[in-house]
Structure formats: structure tokens, C-alpha cells
């Protein structure tokens, strides 16, 4: 496995791959949820193709008040994961490197990006898409692997990808979950004892909209009061951000649910914000 520190350092490899390139974006502390990313990425191009891992704490994605200095960055730990599931190249830039104080050009998307997490937290897509199309220029994969936890970013991406013309196919990983249902998040780490046995309460809520849409209710409004009244029961300190229903491609909320749908949560357990999600196709829509 090959350390590659600078962007220079990179496009100058990735303009001679003449190998299927698979690539998994992170902003490191591993967890079981990226390991299952890069085996997904190695099925993909196989044992004749490369993949490649980043690991860049991306500055421009977090808020004023977010968590960007006391983010984790246990890098030895990363690369030995990294090393023993097989990674052919690991990135690590330094931010400076990424983002020159003189950058003046940002990556913007204007409509699954304007709600949810995009409204709760302003200018993080516009972080995430910036190092994204970086991101691709430099490493220049056939595939991209982001994890299903982050439902939104990942619709985000797929249109970034289509419409700036990537020549890359964007490929989802499913969800790793602990064994309480807890979707595995690098921010888990953050939570004390209590606020972790409460964070279960976000996958049984989402859990039960599904099943609630399974069993024929088709009213969105209906859905998502039962959502809030089951998470407050199950985690009365908690806050949510949003539990809502939307469809499963435009993220639009639609009063009447039908087609493929994905139930989608956030809540803060004292400072941390957790995510969630669950897909659902609705029976005879
Ligand atoms: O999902 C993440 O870890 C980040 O948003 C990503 C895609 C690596 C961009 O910094």
C-alpha cells in the first residue's frame, strides 16, 4: 500500500492508471462501515484493479459551530485498516494543499441540497460537493463508493456526478449497523453512555414508519407524527432535527406517499447530531 500526502502527488499517478480504479472518500476514523465500502470497491475492479481510499478531514464541509478541530484522526489506525483490507493507495492531503487560501471556486448543488441536513447545517453540501469534484479530478475513478447512512449526500452525489459529466459510476454500500440497529458513524464515538442507549431509538423509529407504510397508511403527515411521538417515548432527551418521508430520488415531500419512498431521520443526543434512514417501497402505489 502506497501513502500518496500531496494533490500533485496524485493527479500525476491517477493520469497513467491503466486499471479499473475504485475509490471510497473518507474523512478517516474507520469504521466496520468503510472496511465494508472498500471490499465493495475491490468486488468491483476486482484483484487486477486498484483501489484507492482518501482521508481528508474536510474543512469546508464543517459549520462555525461544528466539530472540525475535535473530529478524530487516529491516522495510524486508518492506514492499518486500510493496509489489511487490501488498499492499493491511500490519500492524504493536507488541507491547505486541498483548499489554498486564494480557492475561490465552490462546487454548489441547488436542489436536493437547499433542505434536511442542508438546512440544519448551511453550506456543509457545498463543502461536500467541492471535495468531491476535487476529489474526482485527482483520482479519476471508474467507481466511487459512499455509504448509505448519508441518504442525502449520496442522491447529492449521483447528480453531481451525471450532471458535471464524471465519468464514474457512483455506488452505494449499505448501511453497517451495531448490534442495537445504531447505523456505525464515526460521530458514534462522541456519545456517552446514556445518550448511546438512547441513540438506538433513531433505527426503531424509522423502523416502525416502515412498517406503519407497509401496513397501508399512506398519509405523510400521520406517518411523521407517529414517527415524533414514538421517538420522544423511546428517547425523551434527545431532539430531533427531522423524521420525515420523502421521495426516494427528488427528496421531495409529497402529502400522499406512493413509489419508492425513504424515511429519513436526524436528532441530536446532547451536541451530536446522528442520521438515519430506511427505504421503502409502497405496496400497489
Ligand atoms: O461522507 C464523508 O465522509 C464525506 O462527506 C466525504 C464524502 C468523504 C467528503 O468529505
Same mark, same amino acid.
Given at each position: 500500500m502506497k501513502l500518496v500526502k500531496s494533490s500533485a502527488a496524485m493527479a500525476r499517478l491517477s493520469a497513467k492508471w491503466d486499471r479499473r480504479v475504485a475509490f471510497v472518500p473518507t474523512m478517516g476514523a474507520l469504521h466496520a462501515g468503510h472496511v465494508s465500502l472498500i471490499t465493495l470497491a475491490r468486488k468491483k475492479v476486482g484483484s487486477t484493479g486498484l483501489v484507492v481510499v482518501s482521508i481528508f478531514v474536510n474543512p469546508l464541509q464543517f459549520g462555525p459551530q461544528e466539530d472540525l478541530s475535535r473530529y478524530p484522526r487516529p491516522l495510524a489506525d486508518d492506514l492499518r485498516q486500510c493496509r489489511s483490507a487490501g488498499v492499493d493507495f491511500v490519500f492524504h492531503p493536507s488541507a491547505p494543499d486541498m483548499h489554498p487560501s486564494a480557492s475561490s471556486v465552490v462546487v454548489d448543488e441547488n $436542489?436536493? $441540497? &437547499?433542505?434536511l441536513c442542508g438546512a440544519a447545517r448551511p453550506g456543509h453540501f457545498r463543502g461536500v460537493c467541492t471535495v468531491v469534484t476535487k476529489l474526482f479530478h485527482l483520482v479519476r475513478p471508474d467507481f466511487a463508493l459512499f455509504g448509505q447512512k448519508d441518504y442525502q449526500q449520496l442522491a447529492i452525489i449521483r447528480r453531481l456526478a451525471r450532471e458535471l459529466n464524471f465519468p464514474v459510476a457512483v455506488v452505494a454500500g449499505p448501511t453497517q449497523r451495531e448490534r442495537d440497529g445504531l447505523a456505525m458513524s464515526s460521530? !458514534? $464515538?462522541? &456519545?456517552?453512555v446514556e445518550q448511546r442507549r438512547a441513540a438506538g431509538a433513531l433505527r426503531q423509529t424509522l423502523l416502525r414508519g416502515a412498517a406503519l407504510i407497509r401496513t397501508g397508511e399512506r398519509s405523510a403527515a400521520r406517518i411523521e407524527t407517529r414517527l415524533r411521538k414514538l421517538f420522544h417515548a423511546l428517547a425523551p432527551n434527545a431532539r430531533i432535527d427531522y423524521l420525515t418521508v420523502v421521495d426516494?430520488? !427528488?427528496l421531495q415531500r409529497r402529502h400522499r406517499v406512493g413509489g419508492r419512498v425513504v424515511l429519513l431521520g436526524a436528532a441530536y443526543f446532547g451536541a451530536t447530531r446522528l442520521i438515519d434512514n430506511e427505504v421503502v417501497t409502497v405496496p400497489n402505489s
Open positions: $436542489a436536493l $441540497a &437547499l433542505g460521530r !458514534n $464515538a462522541y &456519545l456517552t426516494s430520488i !427528488n
